[in-house]
C-alpha cells in the first residue's frame, strides 16, 4: 500500500491549430503538452512540452527563456487550475525562444499536496497581436476523487528544515474534520494553515491533527540535503583512482532517503569510490543527491600527481655496530618501476636523510650507537610529482652490535696517606657494550718503571698509587673494556709533590666557583668537590671543563648535586702536561640546616655570676655557619623563660638571684636553630649571710620589746583606766520571781522529766498578756510557763534538741549546738533571782544556752517571760 | 530415594513459579518503561487514546476456570505479543534502519528477549501445556495491518502493541503470583 514516491511521468501529446503571428513568420504549429512530471515530494509539475517537429531531450531551464533577442520571443501563457470547480490558482506568461525543435522546461509549485485536490494546467500561444487557444487541460487527479478514500497529505515525504507545510484532510462526504482544518477548498478536502517543522529528526516528525476519524496527523521526514565536501581523489596502485570525500552535515536521511552517490556518472558509495586510471580522466565529479537536494563536487587533477603509495610489506635488517641495512618489498606490481623517495622513522624521530630510487627496497642507516636497541618504520611518496608520504610500514626492532668503549674520565685524589686514582663508570651510552673490566698503567715520567695491571674488574673505580722510594712524577693510564676491545686510553700526571697551597675561601649558601684563565692550561679545567668532613678513599667527584675562549669556561654553577646540611670542598684546577694545578679552593655549605647539639654545658660561680660555658657543635654535625648561641634561662618550678641571651662566644655570665633554675643553650645557622643542650642548677642562699640576718632580726625585736615595757611600766595607772575602768555596783527595784526547777520523773528511753516553773509578778500584766496571747510558744503553759525537757539519767541535762521538739518556735527554729545542763540552770535560777536587769525590755531567758561565741539570743529552747 | 525426589518437586516448582512471577513483574516494568521512551519520541500520542480492539484477544481459548487454566491463557497472549513486537520491530528496522541504538531500541530488544524466556518459563510451569488455549498459528506481520499504511498509522499500530504488552505481562504477573500462592498452599498441606 506505500506509495511510490519517484517520480510520476505522465505524458500528453495535443495539437492545435497553427495560427500567423504579425510579422509573416510562422507560428509554431501547436504546442504539444508533451510531458508533465507530476512531482509529489514537492508538489510540483514539470512540463516539457516541444514544437511540432520531433522529440528531443534538451530541457532549457526557466531562467534561460528570457536570453536571446526579446522581439522575436515567443510567449505562452500557462494556467493552472484546481479541484473539480476549475478554480484558477496560477497564471505565468513565459517567453521563449521560437526554436525549430526544442523542448521547453518549466516547474510549478503547489502549496498543497497534490493528492489533496485534482489539478489542471493547460497552455496557449500567446503574443502581441493573436492570443491562440488553450491546449486541453491535463489533470492530475487528486485522491479526494475516489469516493473510498479519507487520508492526511503530505505523509511519509521528506521535507527541508524549516518548512511550512500545508496538510489537506480528505474527509468522509458530508464530514467535517477537525477544527485545525480551517479551509475547504473542494468538496471533501479541507486543508490547515501552514504548520511550521524547525527541527530535524531520525524518526518521521509526527503531528496531530486531531480528527480521530479520517486525518488523525501524519509523518514526515524532515532533514537536510546533501552537504559532502572535500572531494580529493589518489590513486594508491598507480592503475586506479579512489575517491575521499567528508559527509558533512547529517542529513537525517536515511534508508531510501538518504544521499546517494555518483562519481564521473558511476554510482558508487560514500568515501568508496574506485574508478580505473585513464590518461584522459583527470577530472572527477561527484554528485550526491537525496530527495532534498543536490550536491556537486569536483576535483580536478592528473594521477601521477595524486600518488598515495601504500606500506612497504616484509620489512628486514642487517645491523652493525653503528649502521643497519633495511630492506622491504612492495605488494604493488607498478611501484616496482616507480620513481620514488623513502623516509625512515627511527626510535620515534624521522631519519635526517631520504633515499630514494625505482622501486626502492632498501636503505642504510649510519651513525648508530652501538649495542643500542633501535625501531624503525619505512614510508615512501613519489619522487618526481611528491604529494604525501605512504603509510608507514609495520615497526621493526634490531639491536646493533657492540663497539669498544669511549675513553674513560680519569681523576686524581689526594689524601694525607694515599694517592689514588679514580675514574668515572661509563655509560649505556658511552660503554658501547658490557664493560667487563679496566686496565691501568703506572709510568715513571722518568721512564724508570712500569707497571700494568689488566685484571680490573668492572666494579672497581679507584686504584691506590704508591710512590715508594721512586722519585718523580707518574703517569697513569685507564683503559676500559669490552668484547669488542680495549678504549682509547685515559692518561693523567700524578706528581709526586702536589700542589696544595693555595687559601681556602668560605662560601656561604651555594656553590659558584669562577676563576681566571691559566695561561698553562693545555686540556681544560677540573672541578672536583668532596664532603669536607668525611673525605673517605674514592669519594672525591669531579667535573671536566674542556677548552673554551668565553667566560663561560671560568664559571662553574651547579645546584642539586649537593647534600643538605654537608659542607663541601670544591677545587678548580687547570689541566696541564705537568698535571693538574690547583687554581682554587673553597668551603661551604650548599644548603644550610639547623646545627646539632652544643655538648659539654656547665656552670661555674663567679661571686654573684653564674657563668655557663660549652663546648661547640661537632664540625660534622654543625650543618652551617655557626652564627652565633641561644641561651633561655628557665625557672624550674614555673618553667617560666627568666632570660634570653645570644652570643657568639662558647660562654655566657648570668646575674641570677637564688632558685631553681633550667638553662637551655643551642646553636644556630642560617638554616635554623639547633636542638639546645639542658643544664640545670640550684642557687642557694650563703650561711654567713643567714646567721647575719638572724642576728640582727633578733637584736631589733629584744630592744621593741625592751621600749614597750618601759613605757607601759611608767604609764601603768592611764593604761588600766583605759583597759579596766571600775564598775559600778547594780541596784534592785521591786519584787522578783522565785523560779525551781522539778524534775520529777524518770523515763524509760534514760531522760528525766523537769519542769521550769516561774511565776510573775502581777504587776507586769501586760507584758504577760502579751506573751500568753498571740504566742504559740507559750500556749501551753496556760497560767505558767511551762518548759518539760527530757534528760538522760545518767546525766543531769536537758537535752536541748529535745526542747526543740516540744516547743517548737515556727519563726525561729535554730539548732541549738551545746547542751544546758542542770547545774547551769540552777545558776541561772539564782542569778535570776538577784535582782539584775540588764535590759529595758524585761525579756529574760529561762533556758539560757551558752557556747564558746556567748549568747544566743533566739534559741528555740528560749522561754519569753 | 523415591521420598526424597518428592520431596525435592515441590521446591524445583515452586522456584520455577517464583522465577516466572519475578520475570513477569520486571517485563511489566520494562514494558511501561518502553512506551514512556516511545511516547517521549512521540509527543502527539500524549494525548491520544486508542480505539479499536484489541490486537490480542483470545477468542478461541475456552473460559479460564482454574490458575492453571488461566495462565495458559497468559501464556498464549504473551506469544501472541512476542510476535507482534516481532513485527513491530522489523517494521521500525524498515522504517528506521539499523543504525539508531538509543535507550528505546536497546530496551525494546531486551523486552523481546525476556517475553520470549517468560513464554518458555510458563509453558514448563503448565502440566497440560496450552491450558486449553488452542495452538494459534505463528502472526504474519501483515495481517490485519490493512489500515497501517504509512508511518503515523504505524506508529499508532505500535502504541496499541506498547500497551498490549503492558496489559499482558501486568495480567501474567498477577496470574502467576496466584498461581504461585496456590502451589504454595497445596504443598503445605501435602507436608
New interface residues.
Given amino acids: ?2 506509495e511510490d514516491r519517484g517520480w510520476f511521468f505522465l505524458r500528453l501529446r495535443t495539437l492545435y491549430t497553427a495560427d500567423l503571428i504579425a510579422n509573416g513568420e510562422t507560428c509554431p504549429e501547436a504546442p504539444e503538452l508533451y510531458h508533465v512530471n507530476l512531482a509529489f515530494v514537492c508538489f510540483a509539475f514539470f512540463s516539457d512540452w516541444r514544437n511540432e517537429t520531433g522529440w528531443g531531450r534538451s530541457v532549457y531551464k526557466r531562467d534561460e527563456f528570457a536570453e536571446n533577442d526579446e522581439s522575436k520571443k515567443i510567449g505562452y501563457d500557462i494556467e493552472v487550475l484546481r479541484t473539480e470547480q476549475m478554480t484558477r490558482v496560477h497564471f505565468e506568461t513565459i517567453h521563449v525562444m521560437p526554436y525549430k525543435t526544442a523542448y521547453y522546461h518549466w516547474k510549478w509549485t503547489s502549496p498543497i499536496a497534490l493528492e489533496c485536490t485534482s489539478h489542471s494546467v493547460r497552455l496557449r500561444h500567446h503574443n502581441e497581436h493573436h492570443i491562440g487557444e488553450w491546449t486541453p487541460l491535463y489533470t492530475y487527479n487528486g485522491q479526494d476523487v475516489n469516493a473510498a478514500t479519507t487520508a ?1 497529505y503530505p ?2 515525504k521528506p521535507f527541508m528544515v524549516g518548512s511550512n507545510i500545508t496538510f489537506c484532510c480528505i474527509a468522509k462526504r458530508d464530514k467535517v474534520p477537525s477544527s485545525k482544518f480551517v479551509t475547504q477548498i473542494s468538496n471533501r478536502t479541507y486543508i490547515t494553515n501552514p504548520v511550521p517543522f524547525d527541527k530535524p529528526s ?3 516528525s ?3 491533527l486531531g480528527d ?1 476519524v479520517d486525518c ?4 514526515l521526514f524532515i532533514g537536510y540535503p546533501p552537504d559532502d565536501q572535500n572531494l580529493t581523489c589518489v590513486t594508491r596502485d598507480l592503475s586506479s583512482v579512489e575517491c575521499h570525500w567528508e559527509q558533512g552535515r547529517n542529513t537525517y536521511l ?2 531510501d532517503r538518504k544521499t546517494v552517490y555518483t562519481l564521473n556518472g558511476r554510482g558508487c558509495t560514500f568515501n568508496n569510490c574506485v574508478h580505473a586510471v585513464t590518461k584522459q580522466e583527470t577530472k572527477w565529479t561527484l554528485i550526491a543527491k537525496n530527495p532534498l537536494g543536490v550536491k556537486t563536487l569536483i576535483d580536478t587533477a592528473d594521477p601521477t600527481h595524486r600518488v598515495w603509495l601504500k606500506a612497504p610489506s616484509k620489512i628486514s635488517h642487517v645491523a652493525f655496530a653503528r649502521k643497519v641495512t633495511l630492506s622491504w618489498s612492495w605488494n604493488e606490481e607498478k611501484y616496482t618501476s616507480f620513481q620514488m623517495k623513502c623516509q625512515v622513522n627511527l626510535n620515534g624521530s624521522i631519519y635526517n636523510e631520504t633515499f630514494s630510487g625505482v622501486g626502492l627496497s632498501s636503505a642504510v642507516l649510519v651513525n648508530l650507537q652501538p649495542f643500542a636497541k633501535y625501531t624503525a618504520q619505512v614510508a615512501c611518496g613519489s619522487l618526481e610529482h611528491f604529494y604525501k608520504w605512504g603509510d608507514w610500514s609495520e615497526i621493526m626492532e634490531f639491536s646493533t652490535k657492540e663497539d669498544i668503549p669511549e675513553a674513560v674520565d680519569v681523576w686524581i685524589q689526594y689524601s694525607e696517606t694515599n694517592t689514588s686514582v679514580l675514574w668515572k663508570p661509563l655509560t649505556q651510552e658511552h660503554s658501547h657494550g658490557i664493560i667487563a673490566g679496566y686496565e691501568i698503567t703506572i709510568e715513571n715520567t722518568k721512564g724508570l718503571s712500569r707497571k700494568k695491571n689488566t685484571g680490573l674488574n668492572n666494579t672497581q673505580l679507584c686504584y691506590n698509587i704508591t710512590f715508594g722510594n721512586e722519585k718523580g712524577d707518574r703517569i697513569v693510564t685507564v683503559s676500559a673494556k669490552n668484547s669488542a676491545g680495549l678504549s682509547p686510553p685515559s692518561t693523567i700526571v700524578i706528581p709526586s709533590y702536589p700542589d696544595n697551597e693555595v687559601s681556602i675561601s668560605q662560601i656561604y649558601n651555594g656553590f659558584e666557583m669562577t676563576w681566571e684563565e691559566y695561561p698553562n692550561s693545555t686540556c681544560g679545567y677540573v672541578v672536583e668537590w668532596f664532603p669536607t668532613y668525611n673525605n673517605t678513599q674514592c669519594t672525591v667527584e669531579w667535573e671536566k671543563i674542556p677548552e673554551c675562549d668565553n667566560d663561560a669556561c671560568y664559571t662553574w654553577n651547579q645546584s642539586g648535586i649537593f647534600e643538605a646540611g654537608v659542607s663541601y670542598t670544591v677545587s678548580v684546577y687547570a689541566c696541564t702536561d705537568d698535571g693538574p694545578k690547583l687554581l682554587n679552593r673553597s668551603e661551604g655549605y650548599a644548603i644550610e640546616q639547623k646545627p646539632g647539639r652544643v655538648e659539654d654545658l656547665t656552670s661555674t660561680y663567679t661571686g654573684r655570676n653564674l657563668e655557663l660555658s660549652w663546648k661547640e657543635v661537632p664540625l660534622n654535625q654543625q650543618k652551617g655557619i655557626i652564627l652565633g648561641y641561644k641561651v633561655i634561662t628557665l625557672d624550674t618550678d614555673s618553667k617560666m623563660i627568666i632570660n634570653t641571651t645570644t652570643t657568639k662566644e662558647h660562654k655566657v655570665n648570668l646575674k641570677l638571684d637564688p632558685g631553681s633554675y633550667t638553662f637551655r643553650v643551642s646553636a644556630f645557622t642560617s638554616g635554623g636553630e639547633g636542638e639546645y643542650a639542658t643544664l640545670g642548677r640550684n642557687i642557694a642562699v650563703r650561711s654567713d649571710q643567714v646567721i647575719a640576718a638572724t642576728l640582727v632580726g633578733c637584736c631589733s625585736a629584744a630592744i621593741v620589746f625592751i621600749i614597750i615595757t618601759v613605757l607601759c611600766y611608767r604609764k601603768r595607772k592611764w593604761v588600766k583606766k583605759l583597759l579596766y575602768p571600775d564598775i559600778p555596783k547594780p541596784k534592785l527595784a521591786g519584787k522578783w520571781i522565785t523560779k525551781g526547777i522539778y524534775c520529777t520523773q524518770i523515763l524509760t528511753d534514760g531522760y528525766i522529766k523537769c519542769e521550769i516553773q516561774e511565776a510573775h509578778s502581777v504587776e507586769h500584766p501586760a507584758m504577760s498578756e502579751n506573751l500568753h496571747g498571740p504566742d504559740p510558744i507559750s500556749s501551753n503553759s496556760k497560767h505558767f510557763n511551762q518548759n518539760i525537757c527530757e534528760s538522760p539519767v545518767d546525766a543531769s541535762y536537758c537535752s536541748v534538741e529535745k526542747l526543740i521538739t516540744i516547743i517548737e518556735n515556727p519563726s525561729y527554729n535554730m539548732t541549738m549546738p551545746e547542751l544546758v545542763g542542770a547545774a547551769q540552770m540552777s545558776d541561772l535560777t539564782l542569778e535570776m533571782q538577784d535582782d539584775y536587769l540588764p535590759a529595758p525590755n524585761f525579756v529574760q531567758n529561762n533556758c539560757v544556752v551558752k557556747n564558746a561565741v556567748g549568747y544566743k539570743p533566739q534559741s528555740a529552747c528560749h522561754t519569753n517571760v | 530415594m523415591e521420598g526424597a525426589a518428592d520431596s525435592d518437586t515441590p521446591v524445583a516448582q515452586r522456584s520455577a513459579t517464583d522465577r516466572a512471577a519475578a520475570l513477569a513483574r520486571l517485563l511489566h516494568r520494562d514494558c511501561t518503561r518502553l512506551l514512556e521512551l516511545y511516547k517521549e519520541r512521540e509527543n502527539f500520542l500524549s494525548h491520544h487514546v486508542p480505539d479499536g480492539e484489541r490486537l490480542v484477544a483470545l477468542g478461541l481459548c475456552p473460559e479460564a476456570l482454574t490458575t492453571a487454566e488461566q495462565v495458559g491463557h497468559v501464556r498464549s497472549a504473551l506469544r501472541r505479543c512476542k510476535e507482534l513486537l516481532e513485527c513491530l520491530i522489523t517494521r521500525e528496522v524498515e522504517e528506521m534502519g539499523e543504525e539508531l541504538e538509543g535507550e528505546y531500541e536497546s530496551l525494546r530488544k531486551t523486552v523481546k528477549d525476556r517475553l520470549g524466556h517468560l513464554v518458555h518459563s510458563t509453558a514448563a510451569l503448565l502440566e497440560n501445556g496450552e491450558g486449553g488455549c488452542p495452538p494459534s498459528p505463528p502472526l504474519q506481520c501483515t495481517e490485519g495491518q490493512d489500515e497501517v499504511d504509512d508511518s503515523f498509522a504505524a506508529k499508532l499500530w505500535t502504541y496499541r502493541v506498547l500497551l498490549e504488552l503492558i496489559h499482558w505481562t501486568d495480567s501474567a504477573s498477577q496470574t502467576l503470583h496466584l498461581f504461585q500462592s496456590e502451589t504454595q498452599g497445596q504443598q503445605q498441606q501435602l507436608l
Fill in positions: 500500500m506505500k492526511v505523509r511519509d531520525d524518526y518521521p509526527s503531528i496531530n480521530p488523525l496527523g501524519s509523518a536515511i534508508l
